[in-house]
């Protein structure tokens, strides 16, 4: 009797740690998102790029963990970790101009605002840099009085200014206007990159175009897309061009 109560125990033991690794094992798995092979050290030979995450184990379309896998031609392998997010892809552009293709890679969040993450990154001569990518353009912008509102983009100093009276109801409702003047200054809602994106240039170099969302109070209250054009020279990021364009309602 003994004996067999043994051999029960030992065999609800292997069943249990069998299900704890099980367990571990789908709290840890990882979905590839997508694979491409190119030369991207320069050498000649073809690497391999896997992008992968790690799903969040009550939501599968959400990615806890995002990273790329990079197997060179001499044998090395770098993990590059990116941001958690929604969904993640890259591709394979020469940013830098140096004659090799980088790994450019988005991450979507799941925010309202719809920002995007983007990472940028060189394994020339079998170096890993970090070449990032350019911060969104800095601005300055506020309602003004008579349902009107204004940007400034401070890197060329241009002021871009927006008639809202077509939302001037909506905005009497929420108390930001009495009679046509503010109840207080408010600063306009400035978001990140919604898009960034390579582009090719008249001369046939690659540049990143990025498109910022700026909402008045809130992101369903867009008041203007403002679009720059980015270049990268000596190492660093040049802005090459800005529109701002008003949002069609």
Known sequence: MKKELLL?????????????????????????????KADITG??????????????????NFLKEIFID???????????????GAKASFQLVDMNNDGVKDVFATVQTSGSGGIVLSFLHSLKGFVHTDLTVPE?????????????AEIKIKETGKTYHFDLKDRRLYYKKLGLYYKGKLNEPTELMVNSYSSLKPVEL??????????QQVAGIANADTIAFVESTWGYLNGKWKLVQVEVKKAEN
């Open 43 to 60: 050498d000649g030979k073809l690497e391999t790029i896997l992008l992968s995450g790690a799903p969040y184990e009550d939501d599968e």
């Open 202 to 211: 008249a001369d046939g170099k690659l540049c990143l175009k990025g498109v």
């Open 136 to 148: 969104p353009v800095e601005m300055e912008s506020r309602f003004l009085n008579d349902f009107q």
């Open 8 to 36: 029960a125990f030992i065999s609800f033991l292997l069943l249990s740690m069998t299900t704890v690794v099980y367990a571990v094992e789908e709290k840890n798995k990882t979905i590839t998102i997508s694979e491409q």
């Open 70 to 84: 990079i197997e060179v031609s001499n044998g090395k392998n770098y993990t590059v970790p990116l941001e958690s």
